[in-house]
């Protein structure tokens, strides 16, 4: 029995570490594609077939829009303490908040209009840049730079601790606040996405014959 949990631990602990591992592949990728909007619209301006536009424009938006929807989906199980929290695993000290900030982009996508308002894409293109960077940076300098202390420190031995400091598990001190920052940051989103939905949402009696 203890080999078998010791196999399904082992399975968990692998997946778990997969997905930290290739979220900056996922938030490269993300931020590409979110990007490359202008490039798309001046290349579907030279198309002379509006059919041909059209596909394009569709795969397009849904190829951007999908990346950005499974970039956040991972991104969520950093908000399992069991997850965030667990020494065993190198989780980035800002993957909730970097969860919390894409969760925003997509509300803004959601409530406006990010390819036809300048305004609505200058919002998005800024949370989304927010929130890679509060991931990509911890998990490059501190998750993949764990086993580099030594080179660290032969630069200064003040930078030695910067590894330990930017992963959840080896400073608890700091990461305990900021999950509990980023889940009172959803239950206040998904509150005011709540009350907004309601007061938008138009009552209108059924007819009954």
Known sequence: MSDQQAL????QYWMLLSVAAVLPILW?????????????VRYLQTLTLRFGG????????????????VTFALSVIFLFPNV??????????TAPLAALVLFWAMLAKLTGDADDDPRTFRIVSVLLVVASMLYIIPQVYGVEAGDQV??????????GGIPAALVSG????????????????????????????IRKTKFEPADIA
């Open 8 to 11: 399904v631990q082992g399975t």
């Open 28 to 40: 490269a990728f993300t931020l590409s594609l979110h990007f490359a909007r202008p490039y798309v």
């Open 54 to 69: 059209d596909v394009w424009w569709l795969s397009y938006i849904l190829i951007r829009d999908g990346l950005l929807v």
């Open 84 to 93: 965030y929290m667990s020494a065993d695993l190198g989780v980035p000290i």
């Open 150 to 159: 030594d080179a660290w420190n032969s630069i200064s031995s003040s930078l």
């Open 170 to 197: 080896s400073n608890p001190s700091l990461s305990y606040p900021i999950l509990n920052l980023s889940l009172a940051g959803f239950a206040a989103t998904g509150a005011i996405i709540f009350v907004w939905f």
